[in-house]
């Protein structure tokens, strides 16, 4: 059975920094495309960074050039980096991975954390 474990979630204040990981448990993860999505209070789940299996990098807009996403694969790991946090970050975050779909923006991953909460304070 495959499992996610988000950490590293929190509380800080805007202009922060926070680093989320996701372990993966329960299959291959070197072979998968991960994720991160999020939901903010009262918005619907959305994309937020993915990493394909050879590295390739997407973000969504708003948070180009604060996010990055990273994986090491030698511990089944995915991350988030997050800096110049801003209010509008406000939300849980989900990892997601094993994607079933080549369109790795969307929320078409087989398997989800349970999600982790972020609060920015202004």
């Known amino acids: 059975q495959v499992q996610l474990e988000e950490s590293g979630g929190g509380s800080v204040q805007a202009g922060g920094s926070l680093k989320l990981s996701c372990a993966a448990s329960?299959?291959?993860?070197?072979?998968?495309?991960m994720a991160w999505f999020r939901q903010g209070p009262g918005k619907e789940r959305e994309f937020v960074a993915a990493i394909s299996r050879n590295g390739r990098r997407y973000y969504t807009d708003s948070v180009k050039g604060r996010f990055t996403i990273s994986r090491d694969n030698a511990k089944n790991t995915v991350y988030l980096q997050m800096s110049s946090l801003k209010a509008d970050d406000t939300a849980v975050y989900y990892c997601?991975?094993?994607?079933?779909?080549?369109?790795?923006?969307?929320?078409?991953?087989?398997?989800w954390g349970q999600g982790t909460r972020i609060t920015v304070s202004s």
């Open positions: 997601a991975g094993f994607a079933t779909d080549n369109d790795l923006t969307t929320p078409q991953y087989a398997y």
């Open positions: 329960g299959r291959t993860f070197s072979s998968s495309a």
